[in-house]
């Protein structure tokens, strides 16, 4: 025998022996009869197996075997026909070819989020008619609730049925239309049904909302986190947040859509203290560090205490500094005001706003503690400066979470679903909702009963100019409770809303009044460089000396 031959016996036989191991190593598992070989078995233990990653689809598997192992080659090309079909502006087509690309990559989660994407914001933009735009919004949707069946570990699906959802029902040009649509749309709650039942986001006098339906799909996300111990693909500060911040949102487009009532004040509620849990709960800073984002605010009391025990050991010489840096900031007339108001003759109210307006002085020197220590006497020198530096490093500590939850303006939603859900500013908002009706309604001015004999004017029905007033009045109180509200997206809401009073103003030939109710909020924001065109108190000083001189 030759050399070569042996060899290929060799050979032969090495193959047949090393089959063996392998088919030990590579077994399949028999459910109930065999548990497989070693890949099985960790397959398993790692719950990598396709049953437990996807919903085995006997069409997708049809769909890969017939690619002939040129999948890559098919996905392209299934693609290319997807844009093709886009540009013709043939979406019949274009849907059909999305399901064989789903079909034949069920597992990729960017094929679905693209092309959900796709139907929901590019092809239903191209329809003139909202309810044309509903139905492709809705296809959108249908399409990625598919593939949370291929891919029921992996959150990154119900986060994008979440953020579509409350995205386009809740926020687009057409949200007023589509969100009445979706309350009486049978269908489309029947078609989630299998991962969301309907009673879940249909609770109270309202119906259906939107947004309640977004908080149900990034509740599945948490679950998929937290109960059954999935990859998490976001930092936990931004995948915790999504959760509370549907509950907000649907109080805000619920006090748009109705008068504010009893029922709208508890989703406030609890707005306020799914958004407090949140802060409560336990996260990993962007240094991996464990914070809580209301340890920002008992930091700031702890900041208080010290800077007050400074303050003994150091008297006066912070009320020094800081006039030094009030001078280089452009502060409102009826803060400076307050500033000069001495500490024993404070309301509880005006002491908070001494405290937030010091605050917000102070943060413009890290180092402001550090200089007032140097400048302690005697024996009180050396405590001072070891108080100082735990006030830097408290500072430090404070800069760090406060990067974090600015991330989710935590600090903004917190005050704002707080004020949301208290009394006075469910009648100020009573009050601005019954002011724009009338305005609406082109009725600016009071209606008045005249008694001919007495010539007395009774008031029969305010009109909107007077219900401004009214609802100012008592927005005033609002933004004098949470001050952090002041500059804030709340704050152009209501300057817009003064912009409409002004024009009702000139309508009726009045002029601004001099006890405008906010006219302090007016100065704060024109010291902040907004663009209001409101008149200042500056502006009616000039106005009031002009009517003297004539």
């Not at 017939?66 to 392209?76: C, D, F, T």
């Not at 140097?374 to 405590?383: D, I, L, P």
């Not at 009573?430 to 004999?453: H, N, T």
């Not at 209001?532 to 009517?547: I, K, Q, V, Y």
């Amino acid at each position: 025998m030759n050399r070569s031959f042996v060899r290929k016996v060799i050979y032969i036989v090495i193959i047949a022996v090393l089959l063996i191991p392998l088919a030990m190593i590579s077994r399949p598992e028999v459910v109930g009869q065999d548990e497989g070989g070693i890949l099985s078995k960790m397959r398993r233990e790692k719950r990598l197996t396709q049953a437990e990653l996807t919903k085995i689809d006997p069409a997708s598997e049809t769909m890969k075997l017939a690619s002939l192992g040129l999948r890559g080659v098919a996905i392209n090309m299934l693609w290319m026909q997807s844009i093709e079909h886009k540009k013709e502006e043939d979406y019949d087509k274009l849907a059909s070819t999305l399901k064989a690309l789903a079909k034949i990559q069920p597992n990729f989660v960017k094929v679905w989020e693209y092309q959900a994407h796709n139907l929901a914001y590019n092809v239903s933009m191209e329809f003139d008619d909202y309810e044309y735009r509903y139905q492709w919004v809705k296809k959108g949707l249908d399409f990625l609730q598919n593939g949370v069946n291929y891919n029921v570990k992996d959150h990154r699906m119900t986060d994008q049925l979440g953020f579509m959802t409350g995205n386009k029902f809740g926020k687009s040009d057409e949200k007023k239309s589509f969100r009445r649509m979706f309350k009486k749309d049978d269908e489309f709650h029947q078609s989630m049904a299998d991962l969301v039942p309907p009673e879940s986001y249909d609770v109270d006098v309202f119906g259906p909302d939107s947004w309640l339906l977004a908080y149900q799909w990034y509740d599945l996300s948490n679950r998929l986190v937290d109960d059954q111990g999935n990859q998490k693909y976001r930092n936990d500060v931004m995948f915790y947040q999504f959760r509370p911040s549907q509950i907000r949102n649907r109080g805000l487009s619920l006090q748009e859509e109705h008068r504010t009532d009893d029922v709208i004040q508890e989703v406030w509620q609890y707005a306020d203290s799914a958004w407090k849990e949140y802060g409560n709960r336990e996260l990993l800073n962007s240094y991996g560090r464990p914070f809580r984002m209301e340890q920002s605010h008992r930091r700031r009391e702890e900041l208080a205490d010290m800077r007050r025990e400074l303050d003994r050991l150091a008297p006066g010489v912070r009320n020094e500094l800081v006039a030094v840096m009030r001078r280089d900031m452009q502060l409102g007339s009826e803060q400076k005001m307050l500033l000069d108001i001495p500490a024993d003759q404070l309301t509880d109210e005006q002491e908070r706003e001494v405290n937030e307006l010091l605050e917000r002085i102070q943060s413009r020197d890290d180092r402001l503690d550090s200089r007032i220590a140097e400048r302690a006497q005697g024996k009180n020198k050396m405590a001072a400066v070891r108080l100082s530096d735990k006030i830097y490093e408290n500072i430090q500590l404070g800069k760090t979470e406060t990067k974090d939850a600015g991330n989710v303006n935590y600090d903004f939603w917190r005050s704002r679903n707080e004020a949301e859900a208290k009394d006075l500013t469910v009648s100020s908002r009573q009050a601005l909702y019954d002011a724009r009706r009338m305005r609406r309604a082109s009725i600016y001015d009071d209606e008045f009963d005249v008694d001919y004999v007495t010539k007395k004017r009774t008031s029969t029905k305010k009109g909107a100019i007077s219900l401004y007033e009214d609802a100012f009045r008592q927005w005033s109180e609002v933004f004098r409770l949470y001050p952090n509200l002041q500059e804030s997206p709340l704050s152009d809401d209501i300057a817009d809303e003064m912009h409409h009073y002004q024009e009702m103003l000139s309508f009726s030939n009045d002029e601004w009044p001099d006890d405008f109710p906010l006219q302090w909020l007016i100065d704060i924001r024109d010291g902040n460089g907004e663009p209001d065109s409101l008149p200042t108190s500056e502006d009616l000083e000039e106005r009031r000396t002009g009517r003297e001189s004539e």
